[in-house]
C-alpha cells in the first residue's frame, strides 16, 4: 500500500530552466513532509521539509509548497543546475510516528 | 545533521550465509532505522533500532530475519540472515538528531548487497 506516490519515474529539464517534482499521498495523518536528493552509490540526502502549517517554504534555489486538501506536494527547482542531475525522493511522516513513509522517487536529468 | 559512516560499503555475499552491517554516528543520537532500497523500488522502513532494548519492526520483516543491535547512542548493527537473492538491496542506516526541524533524518552511505 504505497501511501506516498510519485507518478513521474523521470524528468528531463533544460539547464537554468526550472524543474518541478511532484508528490500525491493518501494517508490524512501526515502532516510533515520531506524532500530528499540520491546521488548512485550515496545515501539520500535531505534537501528541505514542510509542515502541514505551511503551504509554502523556500530554500535557496529550493521551493516546496503543499496543497493539504488536494494531499499534493510539489519541489521547485531555480534555475536548474548540472548538479541537480539525481533522484528525489519525497518523504512524509505524522506528528506522532517518526516512521518516514517514502515515495518510488522521480529521476531528472539537467541537460546543458 | 549528522555524520553516519556504514561498513561494509558493498559486499557480495553466497546465498544461505550471513552478513552484518554496522552504523557508527559521529554524535549521540536519540533515534536510528534501518532502511532497504530494493534495485528499481524506494525506500522502506526494515525497523527501529532502541537503544537499550529490542528493535521495533515493520509489518514484512521479523527480527529472525533482521536482528538488530544498539549498544549505545552512536552504533548499530543489521544483520541479514540466511540470505537468498531477494535480498539483493541497498540496506541504509537513518538517524533523527532531535534537533532542529521537525522530523528530519539524516542516512548514511547505504550498504549495497548482492547474494549469488
Redesign the interface.
Known sequence: DQQVKQNSPSLSVQEGRISILNCDYTNSMFDYFLWYKKYPAEGPTFLISISSIKDKNEDGRFTVFLNKSAKHLSLHIVPSQPGDSAVYFCAASGSNDYKLSFGAGTTVTVRA | ?AV?SQKPSRDICQRGTSLTIQCQVDSQVT?M?WYRQQPG?????IA?ANQGSEATY?SGFVIDKFPISRPNLTFSTLTVSNMSPEDSSIY?C?V?PGTG??????????T?LTVL
Open positions: 545533521s553516519i533515534m532505522f523500488q524506494s525506500l522502506t522502513l527501529t515493520e541504509l537513518s533523527r526541524g521537525f522530523n528530519e533524518q539524516f542516512f548514511g552511505p547505504g549495497r
